[in-house]
């Protein structure tokens, strides 16, 4: 008999974590919230989300009633990072085991974090999982165009403190402000380091280098080897010509 824990909304930048517990011989299930708040900028660096996470692992253990001897595995995620050490001082080590989750655990965690941030009335994208850069800006989209929803983000994250609408709430960052913008190329989201101008294109790391080989390819000169590395749209910054 077997416990599986999983974490959803972890890496997704609306809402706190879901955490599910999944009983594998009798299907029950149960979850518990990493506030929000754990990933705002007050609290981020403190790393309490990690004590927070694990506070809720051990409820929701008791709450299935796991058994001493019983298998607990949890997700290979960092939030899980102290419930495992906690959880190894109490049972024997070869029980508590770090996994990838997948099936009945997973997707009960999954749908628990989906009601949660449909609650708030975004509508995640179908393809969230696959497409995780993607549905980042499309919740950033969604931000922005309600900003009395920021209470609801995680805007403790460092990378955030580059854009503009995320600047206020963590104080002045050095580099220069991101924005973001849509690929004229593929329609692709993607972050610029300067404000899009409406009226001419922009493109995102990947199209703007293959505008770029082309380009050097009519005029015959050799394309320098940094210039074919392709950088997901979610780090890449982009160029406007
Ligand atoms: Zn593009």
């Known amino acids: 008999m077997t416990i599986i824990v999983d974490d959803a909304g972890s890496g997704d930048l609306l809402f706190g974590?879901?955490?599910?517990?999944?009983?594998?011989?009798?299907?029950?299930?149960?979850?518990?919230?990493?506030?929000?708040?754990?990933?705002?900028?007050?609290?981020?660096?403190?790393?309490?989300?990690?004590?927070?996470?694990?506070?809720?692992?051990?409820?929701l253990l008791a709450s299935l009633k796991a058994k001493p001897d019983e298998e607990v595995h949890l997700c290979q995620g960092y939030i899980f990072d102290v419930a495992a050490a906690e959880?190894?001082?109490?049972?024997?080590?070869?029980?508590?085991?770090?996994?990838?989750?997948?099936?009945?655990?997973q997707r009960l965690t999954e749908i628990a974090y989906l009601?949660?941030?449909?609650?708030l009335g975004y509508e995640p994208l179908e393809e969230r999982e696959e497409k995780r850069a993607k549905s980042f800006f499309h919740m950033m989209r969604w931000l922005k165009a309600k900003p009395?929803?920021?209470?609801?983000?995680?805007?403790?994250?460092?990378?955030l403190k580059r854009y503009r609408m995320f600047k206020d709430r963590q104080g002045n960052d050095e580099s220069k402000p991101l924005h973001l913008a849509t690929c004229s190329e593929c329609g692709e989201e993607c972050e610029v380091p300067f404000k899009p101008d409406p009226h001419r294109p922009v493109y995102c790391r990947r199209c703007w280098g293959?505008?770029?080989?082309?380009?050097?390819?009519?005029?015959?000169?050799?394309?320098?080897?940094?210039?074919?590395?392709?950088?997901?749209?979610?780090?890449?910054a982009t160029i406007q010509p």
Not at 27 to 48: H, I, M, N, R, T
Not at 115 to 119: G, L, P, S, T, V
Request: one cysteine or more; aromatic letters at 8%.
């Open 115 to 119: 009601d949660e941030i449909r609650n």
């Open 17 to 59: 974590v879901i955490i599910g517990a999944y009983r594998t011989d009798t299907g029950d299930f149960k979850c518990g919230l990493v506030d929000v708040k754990f990933f705002q900028p007050e609290l981020y660096c403190s790393k309490d989300y990690l004590t927070e996470a694990a506070r809720i692992t051990l409820e």
């Open 87 to 105: 959880l190894k001082k109490t049972l024997d080590e070869k029980l508590v085991q770090r996994i990838r989750v997948t099936g009945e655990a």
């Open 148 to 159: 009395e929803m920021l209470k609801y983000a995680k805007t403790g994250w460092p990378r």
């Open 210 to 236: 293959k505008r770029r080989r082309e380009e050097r390819k009519k005029r015959g000169t050799p394309t320098p080897r940094h210039a074919r590395r392709e950088g997901s749209p979610e780090t890449s």
